[in-house]
Every structure is written in C-alpha cells, then in structure tokens.
C-alpha cells in the first residue's frame, strides 16, 4: 500500500509564498508522474503542476511563471513553490502520484489547506 502525505499549507497574505511538499510512502518500485492539484469551493478540481521522472514540467496558465513544482526521487517526494500568491490561489491543494509498487496505480494525498488573504 501506498500513502501520500502533504504538508506546507496554511494562510498567507496575498503577494506571499508558500511551499508544500508530499511524500509518499509503502512499497514503492517507481514513481513516473507526481502532481499537484487544487479544489477551490464550488470549483472542480484542477491540476496545477505536474512532472515526470525525466524532470519534465507542466504548468497550468494561471501559476505559470510563478511557481515551480520539484522533485526527490532518493524520498520519493515532491515540491510546489508558489509565489505572488493571491486570493484565487485559496484551494485545498492535493498531491498526485503515478506508482509502480509493482503494480502501477494512482495515488492521491489527503489535501492541505492554503488560504490566501487579500
């Protein structure tokens, strides 16, 4: 079994940053996509950044340019920086992994809550 644990979230003024991270744990062989998703209230959930075990990026438009998703894979963790943040940046952010352990699945953390104020 596999298990993703987050953490980093909390409340930050708008113009601030903030750094969360997720580590999975269990039997883990590989792990070929880690992303970060975001659900506002109301909203459907949206992937914000994700990156693959050749080190290649994605980034929705709206962080694009202020944010950087990085990864370990020695810990089998993950990494989003996020700058400027502002209001519309308020969501409950959760991690995402593609796991071999061997059998490949999907994985999902249990969500950090990030709150911007204006």
């Known amino acids: 079994q596999v298990q993703l644990v987050e953490s980093g979230g909390g409340l930050v003024q708008a113009g601030g940053s903030l750094s969360l991270s997720c580590a999975a744990s269990?039997?883990?062989?590989?792990?070929?996509?880690m992303a970060w998703y975001r659900q506002a209230p109301g909203n459907e959930r949206e992937l914000v950044a994700s990156?693959?075990?050749?080190?290649?990026?994605n980034y929705a438009d709206s962080v694009k340019g202020r944010s950087t998703i990085s990864r370990d894979n020695a810990k089998n963790t993950v990494y989003l920086q996020m700058n400027s943040l502002n209001p519309e940046d308020t969501a409950v952010y959760y991690c995402?992994?593609?796991?071999?352990?061997?059998?490949?699945?999907?994985?999902w953390g249990q969500g950090t809550q990030v709150t911007v104020s204006s």
């Open positions: 995402k992994m593609s796991v071999s352990s061997p059998r490949w699945g999907t994985y």
């Open positions: 269990g039997s883990i062989k590989s792990i070929i996509v």
């Open positions: 990156i693959t075990s050749a080190g290649s990026t």
